[in-house]
Structure formats: structure tokens, C-alpha cells
Nanobody, 126 residues
Framework: QVQLVESGGGLVQAGGSLSLSCAASGRTFSTYAMGWFRQAPGKEREFVAAISWSGANTYYADSVKGRFTISRDRAKNTVYLQMNSLKPEDTAVYYC???????????????????WGQGTQVTVSS
């Protein structure tokens, strides 16, 4: 059974940093693009960042560009999201997701992803 498990969430003050990890088990995601999404209270889940299967290409939502960095370690079947200069509006549950198909490029569309983690809470205090 495919499983994605996020970790690294927590409470941080505005301007601080957090690093999220997403470990995959059950099958390898080394040939699949991966993404991070988030959902704030009362809002719909939104795209944050994505990385291609090779790691050569990344794509970010405008709201996090320049502050967040997505990366992956294909050998460890793990994807990371480094979050710097955090703002209160970054508060949300963060989810990682694996593409439905292998060897594709980056995508911001939730419909492109078929595997989802359970989410990790990130809270940024002002």
C-alpha cells in the first residue's frame, strides 16, 4: 500500500523557518513528480510547490516564491519543503502528493496527483 507521511510541522514565529519532509513507502516515487499543497481553515486546498520526477524542474505558487524551496532525494524516496520568512498567512495543514503518472513534469493541478499524505500542521504566530 502506497503511503506518504509528512513530518516537520509545528509552531513558529513570523519570520522563522520550518522544514517539512514527506517520506514515501509502499512503492518508489523516484520516477514521479511530487507536490506540496496546503489548506487553511475555512479555505480550499491550494498548490504550494512541485518538483519534477528528476528534480530538474520546480514550480512555486506566487505567494511562496522566493521563500519556499522544494527538493527531493530520490534515493531516500523523500521530498522536502524548506520554508523561510514564514508569515501568519502561511498557517495551514500542509500535504504532500505524488503524481498519478510517472516521468511527468511539474503540475499545480490537484487532479494530477493520485497519492496524498495525511498532512502536517504549520502554525505561524504574529
Amino acid at each position: 500500500q502506497v503511503q506518504l507521511v509528512e513530518s516537520g510541522g509545528g509552531l513558529v514565529q513570523a519570520g522563522g523557518s520550518l522544514s517539512l519532509s514527506c517520506a514515501a513507502s509502499g512503492r518508489t516515487f523516484s520516477t514521479y513528480a511530487m507536490g506540496w499543497f496546503r489548506q487553511a481553515p475555512g479555505k480550499e486546498r491550494e498548490f504550494v510547490a512541485a518538483i519534477s520526477w528528476s528534480g530538474a524542474n520546480t514550480y512555486y505558487a506566487d505567494s511562496v516564491k522566493g521563500r519556499f524551496t522544494i527538493s527531493r532525494d530520490r534515493a531516500k524516496n523523500t521530498v522536502y519543503l524548506q520554508m523561510n520568512s514564514l508569515k501568519p498567512e502561511d498557517t495551514a495543514v500542509y500535504y504532500c502528493a505524488g503524481d498519478k503518472l510517472s516521468y511527468r513534469g511539474v503540475s499545480a493541478a490537484q487532479s494530477s496527483y493520485g497519492s496524498w499524505g495525511q498532512g502536517t500542521q504549520v502554525t505561524v504566530s504574529s
